[in-house]
């Protein structure tokens, strides 16, 4: 069926324009959804997303090119999923990054009073200035930037094993300093 006769059964509200879609640029769109994806569950479920945004899109929308239509459709649904996902891994390293970081620092209800804050920063401050370059930009990627010890290795150019007891000593390190310097924990 060609591409005007398929608009026409989307304006037609007609159910069989999603079977006529699918036969004809299902494949199409799971191929992109695919790419942006790596993963056949996400990506036919991108597919699927895609024909209920064409079936709410058109009326009033009349696309002169459905392939280009559904295909932008499919790539921006996957982009939105790909991002949501990536948020959730990112949000999952967080907690880790936190658990870890708990060895050095207490969780406190009680808001900083702005002298407590400088002296805190000051004293972050201090103790990385203190600390060897490489150590500085592994303790930096694990707990500014959040990225996984596997990342960190890489970057670093070390294995993980490695960044894993440096990052632990220098956690250590870290406690002791922010005693050192009367910092409440």
């Known amino acids: 069926m060609d591409d005007q006769r398929i608009v026409a059964l989307y304006w037609a509200r007609d159910e069989q324009a999603i079977a ?13 959804a695919q790419r942006i994806l790596d993963s056949h569950e996400d990506a036919e479920e991108c597919v699927n997303d895609t024909y209920v945004r064409a079936w709410g899109a058109m009326p009033p929308h009349r696309p002169t090119r459905l392939a280009t ?7 921006n649904l996957a982009i939105d999923r790909y991002l949501a996902r990536r948020a959730q891994k990112r949000a999952a390293e967080a907690e880790l990054v936190l658990d870890e970081l708990a ?50 290795a890489r970057t670093c150019g070390m294995r993980e094993s490695a960044v894993k007891v440096l990052l632990h ?16 924990l």
């Not at 006529?20 to 992109?32: D, F, L, N, P, V």
């Not at 620092?105 to 407590?116: C, G, K, Q, V, Y």
């Not at 956690?171 to 005693?179: A, G, I, P, S, V």
């Open 20 to 32: 006529e879609t699918q036969s004809k640029y299902g494949r199409y769109c799971h191929a992109i």
């Open 69 to 75: 239509f559904l295909g932008k459709i499919t790539r």
């Open 103 to 152: 060895e050095c620092i207490t969780e406190d209800d009680r808001a900083l009073s702005p002298a407590e804050e400088l002296a805190l920063r000051d004293a972050v401050n201090g103790f990385l200035a203190s600390l060897p370059v490489r150590t500085r930009r592994a303790f930096l990627y694990r707990y500014w930037q959040l990225l996984p010890v596997a990342e960190v």
């Open 169 to 184: 000593r220098t956690r250590q390190k870290f406690k002791e300093y922010l005693e050192k310097e009367d910092i409440p």
